[in-house]
């Protein structure tokens, strides 16, 4: 079946700091990619995402392409900032049978210091 | 505010009992999607209705059944409920396929 494995920290990082986390992805199909991200007390919020091979997506300085020859979707950002502060998850749609559920990694939870 | 409306946020209640949890979608989506969080779990897809008819099923235990209804808003029924139903529940929606989901804020269910 399809699934998502990522880096699952905790992660503690100064401000400025680059950020990458690993994710890593097996689907049988064409699968789109997602990065999630839930800040304390609030839902998930679609952070980017990537429907094919070799595209990139990106917003708020974060950024991830997603490699069909290596399986994965690595999330990136140059210089995180406190607010940065949030748990992060992988997750990838395979929609056949014409369901787009969601399969997640597990989350990885970063803390930015000042 | 991401449009997706579920209520209650939090709920409490004993071993045993019944609850139902409210999801209205964001405005114009079709599809409505529940995912249960929880410590050990992760994020588990349950179900899925679009436009009213069940499109997907996922881990959702015989204890638990949905709905979507005329309006598009989503019911989650839970039932006998045990200590270990205890989790986040959330409610997405979307449009289309590939786009990504609008989750709501979730319902926190805790039973005592």
């Known amino acids: 079946g399809n699934s998502v494995t990522q880096m699952e920290g905790p992660v503690t990082l100064s401000e400025e700091a680059f950020l990458t986390i690993n994710c890593t992805y097996t689907a049988t199909g064409y699968p789109s990619l997602f990065w999630y991200v839930q800040y304390p007390g609030e839902g998930l919020q679609l952070l980017l995402k990537?429907?094919?091979?070799?595209d990139k997506g990106s917003n708020k300085g974060f950024e991830a392409t997603y490699r069909k020859e290596t399986t994965s979707f690595h999330l990136e950002k140059g210089s995180v900032q406190v607010s940065d502060s949030a748990v992060y998850f992988c997750a990838l749609s395979d929609p056949q049978g014409g369901s787009e559920k969601l399969v997640f990694g597990k989350g990885m939870k970063l803390t930015v210091n000042p | 505010d991401s449009g997706v409306t579920q209520t209650p946020k939090h709920l409490i209640t004993a071993t045993g009992q019944r609850v139902t949890l409210r999801c209205s979608p964001r405005s114009g989506d079709l599809s409505v999607y529940w995912y249960q969080q929880s410590l050990d779990q992760g994020l588990q897809f349950l179900i899925q209705y679009y436009n009213g008819e069940e499109r997907a099923k996922g881990n959702i235990l015989e204890r638990f059944s949905a709905q979507q209804f005329p309006d598009l808003h989503s019911e989650l029924n839970l039932s006998s409920l045990e200590l270990g139903d205890s989790a986040l529940y959330f409610c997405?929606?979307?449009?289309?396929?590939?786009?990504?989901?609008?989750f709501g804020s979730g319902t926190r269910l805790t039973v005592v």
């Open positions: 990537a429907t094919k091979a070799d």
């Open positions: 997405a929606s979307s449009p289309k396929s590939g786009v990504g989901y609008t």
